[in-house]
DNA sequence: GTCTGTGAAGAGTTTCACAGCT
DNA sequence: AGCTGTGAAACTCTTCACAGAC
């Protein structure tokens, strides 16, 4: 099978949302069309991707959404649960673990990690506050396979390294700093401070070509 | 000038962040390695994008770390501070207004909006709740020229066109689904749900190809 | 020798055009 | 007719190779 592109995947979550609200209102039958119009891509890049895993669709017809929900469910690992653990239990980690859409995915979060002292055993929103240095034990104790690093930027490379040598995986970072991690753990970015600027560049360069 | 690709504007502001940097620890040159292992990025990356917008080394010596700093301030749009408004006063939204990048590099968040009546009125972290039916007056007030969407995905689109309607042309979004705007306002994506889904499908597919 | 700046080549991604099934 | 699936073309982005400045 041809290498699969990471915008592939991204959209690929994308139809899937699309596929669940379809779904939900009784929709059986969908075109690519529809699909690339919800997700603002063209029809032929929807039928791409899709072709990258096999052939889901009837020609004349188009793709039976429940069917397709579930070949890209297994496509992306969410036909089945996955532990999560949040490492840094200040306003964004705290906030993400109310985040519904992790839950109706199958992201649970199952602990959060801090290193200070006063919050080390305490409760948010129903889950545990762990000191970070028992990252490795609880992490195999509780089964955790992803690493959600929320704390400052610079405690943000120690903090990976830790979650690597527990035998997470797979992380994601939202500390603005960009972080190395072996080649068999899989690092995802998001960082909000870059599309905030990405946006002020936006303006001012409009400004600019106006004038 | 020829037009610019959304990820060279992604990693002005990665460079930006680690120009900060060499700045504070007293570096007063660097090279467009030093910068691209910062940012593991090719050396030759660094100075492409760089020459997008000037020509800002010196050959045989590198670049200037705090002009260097100002002139991606300036293209950037740091040089100058930015009022912007966070739209729904959940736990993701609240916890933004404390993000520290972001006041930082001149973001203030000025005002939460939403329409919970009996959250509106209330102050979180120093900021006043108001009502999203107040939009297009206090943006004007306050010269709002930015927006955070924080609300649930299917009232997304109502409160983007609102946004829009209030004269703003910057929308960064939270929300995970797909928003329309007319092509005059620009809308960024944050859909941390896609992120993870990502992880999932590369724990997922790695599986795969070891068996 | 060191390091920047850049046209040209290469790699990767999207779109086109159309064959093929219902 | 309507819609999928796909090789080929077009386009975009990254890397190479090297000229030019210190």
Same mark, same amino acid.
Do not use: C, W
């Given at each position: 099978m041809a290498k699969i592109s990471e915008s592939t995947i991204r959209r690929l979550s994308k139809y899937y949302r699309s596929l669940l609200y379809f779904d939900r209102n009784g929709m059986e039958?969908?075109?690519s069309k529809a699909l690339a119009e919800r997700n603002g891509v063209t029809p032929v890049q929807v039928r791409k991707d899709l072709s990258c895993f096999g052939h889901f669709g009837t020609r004349g017809l188009?793709?039976?959404?429940?069917?397709?929900?579930?070949?890209?469910?297994? =496509?992306l690992g969410l036909h089945r649960n996955w532990n999560v653990a *949040?490492?840094?239990?200040g306003h964004i980690g705290t906030a993400l673990i109310s985040?519904?859409?992790f839950g109706e995915q199958?992201?649970? =979060?199952?602990?959060?990690?801090?290193?200070?002292?006063?919050? *080390?055993?305490q409760i948010r929103r129903r889950?545990?506050?762990y000191d970070i240095g028992d990252l490795s034990k609880i992490a195999e104790e509780k089964r955790i396979e992803m690493a959600i690093i929320a704390v400052p930027a610079q405690s943000a490379q120690a903090v990976v390294d830790a979650v690597v040598t527990s035998g997470i995986k797979a992380i994601l970072?939202?500390?603005?700093?960009n972080l190395s991690v072996p080649k068999d753990v899989t690092l995802r970015n998001v960082n909000m401070a870059v599309e905030l600027e990405g946006l002020s560049y936006a303006l001012v360069s409009?400004?600019?070509t106006r004038s």
């Open positions: 039958m969908v075109s188009g793709y039976n959404v429940s069917q397709l929900r579930r070949e890209i469910a297994k =496509i *949040i490492i840094g239990a985040y519904k859409e199958g992201f649970h =979060i199952v602990a959060l990690f801090d290193r200070n002292p006063e919050k *080390i055993g889950v545990r506050v970072n939202f500390a603005p700093t409009k400004e600019l």
